[in-house]
């Protein structure tokens, strides 16, 4: 039987490991658009009910001002052709919002997954590479809301790191990339977090 390397082992361990996360990141967003799709399937469903209603409405307007009004009474058929346009204007309002619903999906659905991702940052383990530290307090102010860095302090300084990784290797490899542009000191680090805490620095290779 061939001998198993701790390497390999450890390889093996980290592929398991992102697998097993990938399959809870599935899992829930598979529920979440489970449930987002009901929803937005019940507001189609009423929008298009209204639209049929207002168009239904709208049609027996029409028949009644073709052949039900008495077309010698002018003030009766200029009545009711405002009415006919206000009817219409409605459903041109409701189209407007159902065509809105359909191009804010896109949006809503990313919204949902980068607070999905900011949510996994503050349960999980995960990986940064620190870049620098600083004593400014201004940088403490940098929002984590929207951007791919953490921002931690212990002492009198402040680390600013780039990068959020699911696995060691993931940060292990983008330190790599950052020393080989050059641009980066090499007096750079893999930090651990779990639930927005630093826990240590990791082995860099």
């Known amino acids: ?6 390497e390999d082992l450890l390889s093996l361990h980290y592929q398991i490991e992102k697998a097993e996360v990938e399959q809870r990141k599935l899992e829930d967003l598979l529920n979440d658009k489970s449930v987002e799709l009901k929803r937005n399937r019940a507001s189609k469903l009423m929008l298009k009910m209204l639209c049929s209603a207002l168009l239904i409405l709208t049609i027996a307007l029409i028949v009644y001002v073709v052949f039900w009004v008495d077309r010698d009474n002018g003030d009766t058929v200029v009545m009711e052709n405002k009415e006919f346009s206000s009817f219409q204007s409605e ?3 409701l189209k ?7 191009s804010d999906q896109s949006d809503l659905n990313d919204l949902k997954n980068l ?3 900011r949510d996994l940052i503050n349960k999980d383990t995960v990986y940064s590479v620190q870049i620098q530290s600083f004593t400014d307090k201004k940088v403490s102010l940098i929002s984590e809301k929207f951007t791919n860095s953490l921002v931690y ?4 300084y402040y ?12 940060a292990q490899e983008f330190r790599k990339t950052l020393l ?3 641009v980066i000191d090499k007096n750079i680090f893999v930090i651990s977090y779990k639930e927005g805490k630093r826990i240590k620095i990791e082995n860099p290779f």
């Not at 039987?1 to 701790?6: A, E, G, Q, V, Y």
């Open 115 to 117: 607070y999905m991702y």
């Open 91 to 93: 459903i041109n309002g």
């Open 153 to 156: 302090s212990d002492t009198s």
């Open 159 to 170: 680390k600013l790191s780039l990068g959020i990784f699911e696995t060691l290797i993931e």
């Open 180 to 182: 080989k542009s050059g």
């Open 96 to 102: 407007t919002q159902l065509n809105q619903l359909k």
């Open 1 to 6: 039987m061939p001998d198993i390397k701790n």
